[in-house]
């Protein structure tokens, strides 16, 4: 079976099934091969469904979570998608709770938000979150 790395309108089609043309190009695609999704389209596709289509968070990670155990869905880092979404979940933005899962755990992850280094001392401890200074 041959691995496809996907763009966001083609993983946001397999998601929401809103345009039945393209659906149906998408379904045939999944049938056949593998999607390999990379975190800059999670990243959109995170975006497109919050913004577009007025999907909650709670649905969001139902959505990806999906992702993490279909066989023929391989994510970039799984592990670390499963972190972002516990994150997501207890209240984190998804693109900062992205930020903080995939830097190394060597460097510290600097920032002017000061409500994300606020968040992330409340639910990642041992992180190296700091303020800009």
């Keep these: 079976m041959k691995t496809l790395s996907i763009d966001t309108n083609v993983l ?21 091969s ?3 999704v990379v975190w800059t389209v999670l990243l959109e596709t995170e975006w497109v469904l919050r913004k577009v289509f007025k999907v909650d968070a709670v649905r969001i990670n139902d959505l990806f979570r999906s992702m993490l155990i279909e066989e023929v ?4 880092h799984p592990d670390a998608l499963a972190r972002v979404l516990d ?6 933005d998804f693109a900062d709770a992205v930020h903080l899962s995939v830097t190394d755990e060597t460097m510290s992850f ?5 409500d994300l280094v606020r968040r992330a001392k ?4 041992d992180a190296s979150v700091e303020l800009a200074r």
């Design 34 to 36: 593998r999607f390999f």
């Design 73 to 76: 869905v391989q994510i970039e």
């Design 110 to 114: 600097v920032t002017f938000d000061h």
């Design 12 to 32: 946001v089609r397999l998601l929401v099934l809103d345009d039945t043309e393209q659906n149906e190009i998408v379904e045939r695609l999944f049938m056949t």
């Design 87 to 92: 994150l997501h979940a207890s209240g984190m």
């Design 122 to 125: 409340k639910l990642i401890p």
